[in-house]
């Protein structure tokens, strides 16, 4: 038996199909989400929340089937739904980090999920340098804010400093170049 025998493949399974999500994406999408990921985790400790980057399944219909996805990025505050490698609580924040072959399903079929979930934010952000950010207000989500990194400083949009916080840890404060570090 190979070696590639043994390693998890990994994959997505919304509404009954199973979504192959290698190969990895870009290597961007993944400083991106280390960026934001380091920021939150130091926001969060001393906490009982915890932040997750791309290594813990959601399922997000536990009491109805076995779908679930695996989100960039995602804050956990109820332990008691940790089972192995899974979480089938609410999470508190999610992002995702757009990539040519995830962008339609990233923007339509997992917002709608994350949505009819309750999770409260849901940040999509581009590695071209787009950061979108939405609330949930009355089970929908309405896009809060939508940003596009323009770090030359000679251009009257510069906004690299722009800080933005999450809405259920205002402590946890982050700005465009922190997001984009490394990227350009």
């Known amino acids: ?7 998890r493949k990994k994959d997505e399974k919304i509404n009954g199909v ?3 999500m290698s190969p990895a ?13 380091r920021i939150i985790g130091n926001g969060l400790k001393d906490s009982l929340c915890l932040v997750f980057m791309e290594n813990l399944d959601f399922k997000y219909h536990p009491d109805v089937n076995d779908d679930y996805i695996c989100p960039d990025i995602m804050i956990v505050c109820d332990r008691k739904h940790l089972r192995g490698s899974f979480y089938s609580g609410i999470p508190k924040f999610i992002v995702e980090t757009l990539s040519p072959s995830t962008a339609k399903k990233d923007k339509a079929e997992k917002k709608d999920i994350y949505e009819q979930a309750g999770v409260e934010e849901y940040w999509i952000v581009s590695p071209q340098g787009a950061v979108e950010i939405y609330y949930l207000e009355e089970g ?20 690299a400093d722009q800080e933005i916080s999450l809405k259920a840890f205002p402590h946890i404060r982050m700005t465009l170049s922190d997001i984009f570090e490394g990227v350009f």
């Not at 038996?1 to 390693?7: I, P, V």
């Not at 929908?140 to 510069?158: F, G, I, P």
């Open 140 to 159: 929908k989500y309405v896009l809060y804010q939508s940003y596009m990194l323009q770090d030359d400083e000679e251009e009257e949009d510069y906004n």
């Open 18 to 20: 199973v979504y192959d």
């Open 25 to 37: 994406p870009n290597f961007k999408h993944g400083i991106i989400n280390n960026n934001i990921n």
């Open 1 to 7: 038996m190979g070696l590639a025998e043994f390693e």
